[in-house]
Structure formats: structure tokens, C-alpha cells
């Protein structure tokens, strides 16, 4: 499929290549849909195997961002991006000015943040080629907390659905990827007397985790077929497809990475095998919160309020499913969809 194609498939509104000789940055932004605002999402930093790798993956993450916004009621559409490299490089100044740059081209349609791979010491590089960002040290700065407290208040949700209470005391989790969102994920359930299973590609971050909050480190190809109450993804995206679905023994999937389904069907699936799923663009919804908190000058325990709204939106998503009889990810999805269309219509 061509990337016409793809942009038509998903109704995307805009992709956009540029690429700088002298820092050697090479970038995409994709937007998706703006009928809520303009468009808000993170810039990825990663090392691709391909360019056709990047584009699928920039344009699967605004679609999610459109969606996102809507579930969570912001008035914001949805985009992302991309740059392709080595994120640990430590030349960094060059690449994301050029990012800014590209930024910049969009006239404000398009606002960037903080993402996997990327840190608000680099919004500030950024900062000084656009004003169309957000996430910056002296404002909001790291978005983790407040999104690993809305990953938390969905896991409580899921519990409440599950087994009758929100607590997670004496409940075990396995949680992959235990960077930024994951490591003070890991923090609240530990808060909450939850008995943790981690992993992560870099041992130092499996290591503090493990130290901190007594935590049982477990090889990165063990995580997923490890018996626990609840698995929480918090790595890279696509967790979910033919190889591990099998493997599963959980009775909830609700973590912190993005497109944690490799395909809609393995939504359909964990529905068949009985397996609560919590949409991820809905529970991890905090980050988003709390870039949007900066634009409207929220204190921090506002954007942790609004983050907290997390738990009703996934039960009242979970209620959608059970009246309908349809996949969790489906629910959202009518969710978002009846949002944005109300918003088109002027009833929003």
C-alpha cells in the first residue's frame, strides 16, 4: 500500500519529510484531524529499521492523538512525529533545532511535546525555531507523572470492573518498559500494595525499580507469558499480535504504551479469551492532560484532577462495550468518533 493510500485509509489530513544536511536530521510529522483544534502530539526519537517503519508508525500514533483528545474532551486534534536516529546521541542541539523548524512550517495547525526518546531539555532546543511547543521546563516540564497517575486511575477502573473494587492491593502486575511512565507507574502501584514483575531492554532502569519498590526482575522474553492479575504495557507499541496472544495469562491488559494492539483483531481476540483490555490512548491519556494544562496555565494538581477523570472515562467506555456487546477498543472508538463528529456538527 502506497503512502496515499495510507493517509486516504485513515483519513489523515497532512504528512510532511524534511530533512537537514548539517545536523543529518530527518524528520516526519503527520497530522490527522483538527476539528476539535490544533493538532498536539509528541515527537518520537528512534531508531527505525525503515523509513516505511517511521511512516507507519507516525501515522498510526496521530491517529491515536485524535482520538486521545477527543475521549479525554479537550479541544484538540490529533498529530505526531517522528525523527529518525540514534536517540542516545548526545549532538542534539542541531537536530532538534531543524525539528523546530519543521515544526514551525505548520503556522501553529501542528504542536509538538515530549515523547519516547525526546526530553524537555530538547523542547527548549525547539523552542528556539517555534513557539508551537509545549512541555518546557519552566512550564509543565515532564509529563510522566501525570501520565502514569492516569495509567494507575485505568488500572483501578479495571479492577473495579473486574473484581468489584478499585484496590490493587495484593494484586500482581507485570509491567513492561520501565522508563519515565513505567517507573512511577510503578511507584503508585507499589504505594497501593501491588506486587510487581518488571522488565526493560536497559538493566540500570529494571535495576532502580527493582531497588525502590521491591520489584522481581524478569528477561525481556518473559514478561509477557508471565502469570499475573494485571499486565501493563509500557514500552513500544503492537505488544498484542499473533506471537504473544496465546501466551497471555492475565486477566487485564491496561498500561502506558501506544498502540498496544498489532491489529484491531487482537482486540476481537482478548474479548473471545475474556481478557479486559483498557484502550490505550484512553488510559494514557495523562500526558496529554498535562501539555494541554500548560496552554490554559493549570496548576499541576489540576492537570492531576483532570488526569483522575481517567477512571470514569475508561468504566463509562467498559459500559458502552457490555451494552453493545463489542470489543473495548471499539467502544472507544465510538466514543472518540461521536465527539468529533458533535464538534463538526456544532453540538460539541
Known amino acids: 500500500m502506497g503512502i496515499f493510500d495510507r493517509i486516504e485509509q485513515r483519513a489523515h489530513d497532512q504528512i510532511s519529510f524534511a530533512y537537514d544536511r548539517e545536523s543529518g536530521y530527518k524528520g516526519i510529522i503527520a497530522i490527522h484531524d483538527t476539528s476539535l483544534g490544533p493538532a498536539l502530539g509528541g515527537t518520537r526519537f528512534w531508531s527505525y529499521d525503515s523509513d516505511e517503519d ?116 495484593g494484586k500482581t502486575v507485570t509491567v513492561q518498559g520501565c522508563g519515565n511512565v513505567g517507573y512511577y507507574l510503578c511507584k503508585n502501584l507499589h504505594e497501593s500494595g501491588a506486587n510487581l514483575i518488571v522488565t526493560d531492554i536497559e538493566a540500570d532502569k529494571v535495576k532502580r525499580v527493582v531497588e525502590e519498590f521491591g520489584a522481581t526482575a524478569v528477561a525481556t522474553d518473559e514478561i509477557i507469558g508471565t502469570k499475573a492479575d494485571i499486565f501493563a504495557p509500557c514500552a513500544m507499541g503492537a505488544i498484542v499480535n499473533d506471537d504473544t496472544i496465546g501466551t497471555l495469562k492475565v486477566d487485564i491488559i491496561a498500561g502506558g504504551a501506544n498502540n498496544q494492539l498489532a491489529q484491531e483483531r487482537h482486540g476481537d481476540m482478548l474479548q473471545e479469551k475474556g481478557i479486559l483490555y483498557a484502550p490505550d490512548y484512553v488510559i494514557n491519556s495523562g500526558g ?15 492537570a492531576l484532577t483532570k488526569a483522575a477523570e481517567i477512571f470514569d472515562t475508561v468504566l463509562s467506555i467498559f459500559d458502552i462495550a457490555h451494552a453493545e456487546g463489542i470489543p473495548t477498543y471499539m467502544a472507544a472508538d465510538r466514543l472518540a468518533e461521536d465527539r468529533i463528529e458533535a464538534s463538526k456538527s456544532g453540538k460539541a
Not at 114 to 135: F, Q
Not at 293 to 301: H, I, P, R
Request: with cysteine.
Open 54 to 169: 517511521a511512516i507507519n508508525d507516525v501515522l498510526r500514533l496521530a491517529r491515536g492523538m485524535t482520538y486521545k483528545a477527543a475521549v479525554a474532551g479537550l479541544k484538540l486534534g490529533g498529530g505526531k512525529s517522528v525523527i529518525l536516529g540514534d536517540r542516545k546521541t548526545t549532538d542534539r542541539e542541531g537536530i532538534m533545532r531543524a525539528h523546530g523548524r519543521h515544526v514551525e512550517f505548520f503556522g501553529g495547525r501542528y504542536i509538538t511535546a515530549e515523547d519516547v526518546g525526546t526530553s524537555p531539555a530538547d523542547m527548549e532546543y525547539m523552542r528556539k525555531e517555534t513557539k508551537h511547543v509545549v512541555g518546557l521546563q519552566d512550564r509543565s516540564g515532564d509529563p510522566s507523572p501525570v501520565t502514569a497517575f492516569g495509567v494507575f486511575r485505568g488500572i483501578q477502573a479495571c479492577a473495579q470492573s473486574r473484581y468489584g473494587s478499585e484496590s490493587v492491593e
Open 288 to 302: 496529554l492532560i498535562n501539555v494541554n494544562a500548560e496552554m490554559l496555565n493549570w496548576t499541576k494538581e489540576e
